[in-house]
């Protein structure tokens, strides 16, 4: 006997044996969503998980739908004499509204991956981790649909006029 059979004090078969299949994430409630121990992850690396908070989660389709939504007014706002501040987006509007939505889409959905998937990586070597930065994105673009809003409002009304036939 090894000294590494010594220290493995599992009950049962070792569960390991059989590959994991892709539908099984479905089935099975023993994820991880934290690591158990200290040295499971080094100072300073990165370590990934199989299950995030239901928060980040709400958070994540906040962003997406925020998104979106920004995207509209943006369209919204160009209609009113407004103009594009980035570059990037001011490039694909010129293409068109299709792809500008999906341009902008495309460009969250990969941010937000991102952000989650490196969640407990420590920003600048200080406490606060990646997973902190969703939550101060989702409150930005409240706030810059609040401003998109009140630009909306403070648009020239436009005046249907209702052309009759010849008046008497």
Same mark, same amino acid.
């Given at each position: 006997?090894?000294?590494?059979? +010594?220290?493995?004090?599992?009950?049962?078969?070792?569960?390991?044996?059989? &590959?994991?299949?892709?539908?099984?994430?479905? $089935?099975?409630?023993?994820?991880?969503?934290?690591?158990?121990?200290?040295?499971? =992850?080094?100072?300073?690396?990165?370590?990934?998980?199989?299950?995030?908070?239901? $928060?980040?989660?709400?958070?994540?389709?906040?962003?997406?739908?925020?998104?979106?939504?920004?995207?509209? $007014?943006? =369209?919204?706002?160009?209609?009113?004499?407004?103009?594009?501040?980035?570059?990037?987006? +001011? @490039?694909?509007?010129?293409?068109?509204?299709?792809?500008?939505?999906? +341009?902008? @889409?495309?460009?969250?959905?990969?941010?937000?991956?991102?952000?989650?998937?490196?969640?407990?990586?420590?920003?600048?070597?200080?406490?606060?981790?990646?997973?902190?930065?969703?939550? =101060?994105?989702?409150?930005? @673009?409240?706030?810059?649909?609040?401003?998109?809003? @009140?630009?909306?409002?403070?648009?020239?009304?436009?005046?249907?006029?209702?052309?009759?036939? &010849?008046?008497?």
């Amino acid at each position: 006997m090894t000294s590494n059979d +010594a220290n493995e004090r599992r009950l049962g078969p070792d569960r390991r044996r059989r &590959p994991t299949r892709p539908w099984d994430v479905f $089935f099975h409630g023993r994820r991880r969503s934290r690591h158990r121990r200290d040295y499971d =992850v080094p100072a300073g690396s990165v370590g990934f998980v199989d299950r995030h908070p239901i $928060f980040l989660g709400f958070m994540a389709i906040a962003l997406l739908l925020l998104t979106i939504t920004d995207g509209v $007014f943006t =369209v919204l706002l160009l209609d009113a004499d407004c103009e594009e501040f980035n570059p990037v987006m +001011a @490039y694909m509007l010129e293409r068109g509204v299709h792809d500008f939505l999906v +341009a902008k @889409y495309v460009l969250t959905v990969t941010g937000t991956v991102f952000l989650l998937s490196l969640r407990t990586y420590p920003l600048f070597g200080t406490r606060f981790r990646v997973a902190h930065v969703l939550p =101060v994105l989702v409150a930005l @673009y409240v706030l810059l649909l609040g401003y998109q809003a @009140y630009l909306y409002g403070l648009r020239p009304a436009t005046k249907a006029v209702a052309t009759r036939g &010849p008046g008497p």
